[in-house]
């Protein structure tokens, strides 16, 4: 402690007053910086939520993407082509009895 106080004795505080202009720029920085940061904040989470809802509708997509290729995977079979016909051209086998009714 004794070492300590000699230490200090050879120097001597000086109290610097800085300026309300100083003062008031640094603040307004400081103020500036804060709003800053929330509105990036802010953008951080839209985004992150626009990320959330994209990522969906790209599994949705990859699914749909997988039954597209399935069928088209299936093409040139018989069975595909009866497929066709009945469902898009509203036709049936020679074989088949239809019943009318209206």
Known sequence: MR?????????RLVRQYTSPLL????FSAVALCTVTLLALGLSIQEKE????LLQEQTAALALENAE???RVDALGTAESYRQIAAEELGLVDPDTIVFVTD
Not at 3 to 11: D, T, V
Not at 23 to 26: I, S
Not at 49 to 52: I, S
């Open 3 to 11: 070492r300590l106080k000699q230490f200090f004795q050879n120097y």
């Open 68 to 70: 597209l290729q399935a």
């Open 49 to 52: 939520t626009e990320l959330a």
């Open 23 to 26: 003062k008031a720029a640094v």
